[in-house]
Nanobody
Framework: QVRLIESGGGLVQAGGSLRLSCAAS????????MGWFRQVPGTEREFVAG????????IYLDSVKGRFTISRDNVKNMVWLQMNSLKPEDTALYYC????????????????WGQGTQVTVSS
């Protein structure tokens, strides 16, 4: 099992930036696809971004393409989500997750999840 702890969330004005971090422990993430998801209360958890085990491939939710960037460092056992040009609709609890899958956007493929970090974007 991979234990995941997210950090870096907070309150930011529209147009601002945040960098979310995900620290993994328990085992190396170098054979895991890593993903970021987000959830607003009362709605389904939504895929935001995913990155392959090597970091060579990544995919994004259409509404965040060009604004968000996912990255990883397998030596440090870390994953990041750089979020730029933030919008109020990006407000959510953001989760980091790990999976051995090529179906990056399918949340049911992810077994290991962090507790989440809150991102709030004010207009």
């Amino acid at each position: 099992q991979v234990r995941l702890i997210e950090s870096g969330g907070g309150l930011v004005q529209a147009g601002g930036s945040l960098r979310l971090s995900c620290a993994a422990s328990g085992r190396s993430i170098n054979t895991y696809c890593m993903g970021w998801f987000r959830q607003v209360p009362g709605t389904e958890r939504e895929f935001v971004a995913g990155i392959s085990w090597s970091g060579s491939g990544s995919i994004y939710l259409d509404s965040v393409k060009g604004r968000f960037t996912i990255s990883r460092d397998n030596v440090k056992n870390m994953v990041w989500l750089q979020m730029n040009s933030l919008k109020p609709e990006d407000t959510a609890l953001y989760y980091c997750a790990a999976a051995r899958t090529t179906r990056y956007s399918d949340k049911d493929q992810y077994r290991d999840w962090g507790q989440g970090t809150q991102v709030t974007v004010s207009s």
